[in-house]
């Protein structure tokens, strides 16, 4: 069965309380893309900016493609990481985007394809049954950079390119392709196969909205931390009681990433810290409406 994707984006909003009916989706795998900071927009994917970025990696001719999803609340951010040592400048990557998410066995007048070559110089925009790119880009931002082993590009999305309403949840269908003019493969693509005017086999965003709780953010789920101070271990428990799928952030002193735990269904998670240097860290459990929690700890 063909891999599908779910991503979340979650537009925090401040005492609101909304009824979310969600959408029947693809079936398939779930990835997020988490509130965050803004990234800087110059084509290099900087570990700092895109850490908490939800990923999906699926192979090229090279080696294996890592696509980043992150938003600001405003905008969509995607990322590639393209392992292609050609440096050839006809390489190409590229979106198709289903807004309206009608599905339908070729494209329609809602349908976009987005794409950038990796010289830089060749953004181009299409839409429609034909699907061919040659419009003048607007409501995006991109960049590309070549690098070691490879070249990054970054996207930027306004949410009103798509007609995304404010607080309310909506999908969108969602397909990545990546192009080695040297190998002239056109099959390095998310999910796998030649489906460029398929939208309804093209993966699945879901954008949600979040309802925190209070003007500073202060998260409802109150999450217990034992022991603390801690040495070899740290435990978290917090209430779970439709065994939502969530992950934990884990961040340094200085606000960095220091690790990241996946697919938490259950009431509490273990935190190994053996190999951790002493000190404080913050931590942020997150699942697809948002923040469901925050703390701190210290190991000694």
Not at 77 to 83: R, T
Not at 164 to 183: E, K, R, S
Not at 278 to 290: A, E, I, K, M, V
Request: hydrophobic share 35%.
């Amino acid at each position: 069965m063909k891999q599908k994707i779910i991503f979340i984006l979650s537009v925090t909003l401040l005492l609101v309380t909304l009824n979310i009916k969600f959408v029947n989706a693809h079936s398939g795998d779930t990835v997020y893309a988490y509130f965050s900071n803004s990234p800087i927009i110059d084509g290099i994917i900087n570990p700092a900016e895109w850490s908490v970025a939800g990923t999906v990696r699926f192979p090229n001719s090279t080696d294996t493609v890592t696509a980043y999803f992150l938003h600001d609340g405003s905008s969509l951010f995607i990322a590639l990481n393209i392992p292609d040592n050609t440096n050839n400048s006809f390489d190409d990557s590229g979106f198709n985007i289903d807004a309206a998410h009608n599905d339908g066995t070729s494209c329609q007048s809602d349908d976009f394809l987005f794409r950038m070559n990796r010289a830089g110089d060749d953004k181009r925009e299409g839409h429609g049954p034909g699907m061919f790119p040659g419009d003048t880009p607007t409501g995006w931002i991109v960049a590309v950079n070549n690098v070691t082993g490879g070249w990054q590009v970054e996207y930027k999305f306004n949410f009103t390119k798509f007609g995304i309403p404010i607080n309310t949840q909506y999908t969108m269908g969602l397909f990545i392709h990546t192009w080695d003019d040297a190998v002239g493969s056109d099959f390095d693509n998310w999910p796998s196969g030649d489906i460029y005017f398929q939208p309804n086999i093209w993966a699945d965003i879901i954008i949600s909205v979040t309802t925190a709780v209070t003007e500073n953010h202060n998260p409802k789920n109150e999450i217990k931390v034992f022991p603390n101070p801690s040495n070899n271990f740290t435990t978290l428990q917090f209430s779970n009681p439709e065994n939502k799928n969530h992950i934990l952030i884990i961040y340094n002193a200085k606000g960095h990433v220091v690790q990241k735990i996946e697919n938490i269904t259950d009431t509490e998670v273990r935190v190994e810290n053996k190999n951790r240097e002493s000190g404080l860290y913050f931590f942020q459990l997150q699942n697809h409406t948002g923040i469901a929690g925050q703390g701190r700890f210290i190991i000694e």
